[in-house]
C-alpha cells in the first residue's frame, strides 16, 4: 500500500487502540506494481472488492466493525455501510464533489444512511469544503468534524497556527472517541 497518509492514520489510530485493516483497490495496487498512472476502476468493481474484504474480515471481529477510508475509499464505504450492516462508517476527506464541481455534489445517499457516521473535513477542502457541505442534507446519523483551516489532507495553512501532524493527531483521537462510544 502507497499512502503516507493512510500509513500515518493508522499507526495514530493504533496508538490509540483502535484496530485497522487496510486494503488496495485493483487500480492502486496495479499502479504500485507498474509504477504507471491509472484511472480508477469502475465504481461495480469497487464496491465489489469493498465487499469481499468486509465478507474475508467481518468473521475475524468478535466485536464493532466499522468501515470507512480516505476520500473515494470512504465513499465507497459509505455507498455500502448500510447495505453491509457495518456498526459504524468513519470518513477522512469526503469527496463530496468532484474539484472544481461544488455544483455536482455526490450526496445523495448520504441523506438516508442509517450508519453511525463521522466524516473528519478540512473546512478548505477542495472536495467539500465547510461551506458548501453545510448546504446539503445529511442523515441525522452523521456527525461532520471539522479541521480549522484544513485541506483534502487535514492539512492546514501555516497561518491556522496549527500543524499539519496536530491535525492528524485530532482526527485520529476524533476517530477513536467516536468508535468507543
Known amino acids: 500500500m502507497d499512502s503516507g497518509f493512510m500509513d500515518e492514520m493508522a499507526q495514530r489510530l ?13 487500480y492502486m495496487a496495479e499502479r504500485r506494481v507498474t509504477g504507471g498512472k ?22 475475524l471481529v468478535a466485536g464493532k466493525l466499522a468501515v470507512g477510508g480516505k476520500s ?21 476527506g469526503y469527496p463530496f464533489y468532484a474539484v472544481g464541481k461544488p ?12 450508519t453511525p457516521t463521522l466524516i473528519v473535513q ?3 477542502d477542495a472536495l467539500g469544503n465547510r461551506e458548501a457541505v453545510a448546504g446539503y442534507a445529511l442523515s441525522p446519523a452523521i456527525e461532520v468534524s471539522w ?35
Do not use: I, T
Open 147 to 181: 479541521l480549522v483551516a484544513g485541506d483534502h489532507d487535514l492539512k492546514p495553512l501555516k497561518a491556522s497556527g496549527f500543524s499539519h501532524e496536530q491535525h492528524l493527531q485530532a482526527a485520529a483521537e476524533r476517530v477513536a472517541d467516536f468508535l468507543k462510544d
Open 122 to 124: 478540512g473546512e478548505r
Open 14 to 26: 493504533a496508538a490509540l487502540g483502535v484496530a485497522v485493516v487496510r486494503f488496495e483497490f485493483p
Open 38 to 59: 491509472r484511472p480508477p476502476n469502475p465504481q461495480k468493481v469497487l464496491l465489489e472488492c469493498w465487499r469481499e474484504v468486509y465478507r474475508q474480515v467481518r468473521p
Open 72 to 92: 473515494m475509499g470512504g465513499r465507497m464505504a459509505s455507498l455500502l455501510a448500510d447495505e453491509l450492516g457495518a456498526d459504524a462508517l468513519v470518513c477522512l
Open 103 to 114: 455544483e455536482k455534489p455526490r450526496v445523495e445517499h448520504l441523506a438516508e444512511l442509517k
